[in-house]
């Protein structure tokens, strides 16, 4: 038997940090956890006690409301990127950050983006939702025409990778749980907007294959979510409607003895 063949005939190496043969956890040593990677936890001081902290924040937050009337007021590009790092520290899946945010001014993209959108949402409205989904849907007021995807100063249109980016040798990688990594890190960029005094809006048209289409994106990203970002009108409104309270939203300690005391 040739040398050639006798290679071919060879069992392939497992990937570095595979499982040992044989086995389901044990892993190689250096794949590993090692003391020598690791940092101290960076620490957060607000100032005041967690309560205070807690309520100053809950304060500032239960103001948030989705918008769809807004100005037409720049906003500056510098704002945007910095609340998108604020997005960009969200916890994910063996930390392999699912997201990419693709930030939008320019008025010939907004103007694609609308006329996509609304061919979605009409067909939504008129044929593919149910009753009882439009009933719900009535108190607020919304309709298939969506005039804010042009008239907000920005969109930021989030998109779930389902894998990793191709490295030099053109491999990509595994992520984990991105639908929950990106769904936690669009929050947090909510959150940051409004902070920041904007006012955003979770638009989701469904299905959302044309904003892959028009931001000629790769086949591994796909879109999650599109926020239309900027400041209210003068005179903006929103429906009166409300939240629930926190014994409706919160439990502690269910199932657990109760505390008779001594």
């Not at 048209?205 to 289409?213: D, K, Q």
């Not at 990203?221 to 900027?230: D, K, Q």
């Amino acid at each position: 038997m040739s040398d050639q063949s006798s290679h071919a005939d060879k069992p392939a190496e497992p990937p570095p940090c595979a499982p040992a043969p044989g086995s389901r956890i044990s892993l190689p040593a250096q794949c590993k956890p090692s003391a020598a990677a690791r940092v101290p936890i960076p620490r957060f001081d607000p100032g005041v006690p967690s309560e205070q902290a807690a309520h100053t924040l809950y304060e500032s937050l239960r103001l948030r409301r989705s918008c769809r009337q807004f100005s037409d007021r720049p906003v500056p590009a510098e704002t945007i990127e910095w609340c998108i790092r604020c997005a960009g520290t969200a916890p994910s899946g063996a930390n392999k950050q699912p997201w990419r945010f693709i930030a939008i001014n320019d008025p010939a993209l907004k103007r694609q983006i609308r006329l996509g959108a609304e061919a979605e949402e009409k067909e939504f409205y008129e044929r593919r939702a149910s009753r009882e989904w439009l009933a719900d849907l009535a108190p607020l007021g919304t309709e298939w025409e969506k005039p804010f995807l042009e008239t907000a100063p920005w969109l930021i249109a989030i998109f779930r990778l389902v894998k990793t980016d191709a490295d030099e040798q053109g491999r990509s990688g595994q992520v984990y749980y991105p639908q929950e990594s990106v769904g936690i890190a669009s929050g947090m960029l909510v959150a940051a907007l409004h902070l920041a005094g904007l006012s955003t809006l979770t638009h989701t048209p469904s299905p959302m294959n044309f904003l892959a289409r028009i931001l000629k994106r790769p086949e591994h990203e796909r879109p999650f979510l599109l926020l239309p970002v900027g400041y209210a009108a003068q005179g903006a409104t929103v429906p009166d409607i409300h939240r629930l309270p926190l014994e409706q939203i919160m439990v502690r300690n269910l199932g657990a003895p109760r505390d008779e005391g001594c």
